[in-house]
């Protein structure tokens, strides 16, 4: 049991957290504590009150089923190395960084009529962490195949397809994931301020809830 605690204690708090919701809203819809219905994106019904809408298409992915354990793999996975290297404390940032990504996706649910964002989130953390990982490989099928980084998210689209998925979820996720690489890590270069602070600064009151962290307004 406390290895088990600490295991959990070890993940960094954003992925913690961000899983922990995860788990918990799947296992009340599959135990019938809740309904989709209650959960999905709907504007409308956001402006009449009911809010919790605005977070719950995020943390919604499936009841327990392959396909849920499937994707709390790759949050888990992807969020966690995202987290601990390239947002290690600059945990104010990483949050803007997922605040960014769901006000995009959910602009562009109200145009694609998008119920659940959750994998259109966890693609878009693949995705930003495959273009900072270019010249890392990785292998799929017992090393039978093998793909750079970059084309993970590419890769993922094309097996939802392939199953019958739409791909229009993973499309958004891809899409703004590249909106926030591009402005965050290429746009400074083509500048000429590759060292200097943030295009988008990072709000300050995600800075107020994390005074402990430093350097978030400065790439390491």
């Known amino acids: ?3 088990i605690e600490q295991a959990y204690f070890s993940i960094p708090v954003v992925t913690r957290i961000y899983l922990t919701l995860a ?5 009340a819809v599959t135990f019938e504590f809740l309904s989709p ?3 999905y994106l709907n504007l409308r019904l956001v402006a009449q009150g009911e809010i919790w809408r605005l977070l719950t298409s995020f943390v919604y992915f499936d009841t327990f089923s392959v396909h849920f354990f499937f994707h709390m793999h790759f949050l888990y996975f992807y969020s966690r190395r995202l987290e601990e290297h390239f947002y290690h404390r600059r945990t104010a940032r990483f949050v803007y960084m997922l605040l960014f990504g769901a006000t995009l996706m959910v602009g562009l649910a109200s145009v694609y009529n998008i119920p659940f964002l959750s994998h259109s989130l ?4 693949l995705y ?3 273009r ?5 490989h990785l292998s799929f099928y017992f090393g039978l195949v093998t793909l750079s980084a970059p084309y993970l998210a590419f890769l993922l689209l094309g097996l939802g397809m392939l199953f019958g998925s739409s791909p229009v979820a993973d499309l958004i996720g891809i899409a703004v994931g590249h909106v926030f690489w591009y402005i965050e890590d290429i746009l ?10 943030e295009l988008i600064p990072t709000p300050g009151f995600l800075q107020a809830l994390f005074p402990q962290e430093v350097g978030n307004e400065a790439h390491e």
Do not use: A, F, I, Q
């Open 188 to 197: 400074p270069r083509l500048l000429g301020r590759p060292h200097s602070k």
């Open 128 to 130: 930003v962490w495959s």
């Open 37 to 39: 219905l209650g959960l």
């Open 132 to 136: 900072r990982n270019p010249d890392e």
């Open 1 to 3: 049991m406390v290895e």
């Open 122 to 125: 966890v693609m878009m953390v």
């Open 23 to 27: 788990v918990l809203t799947s296992g």
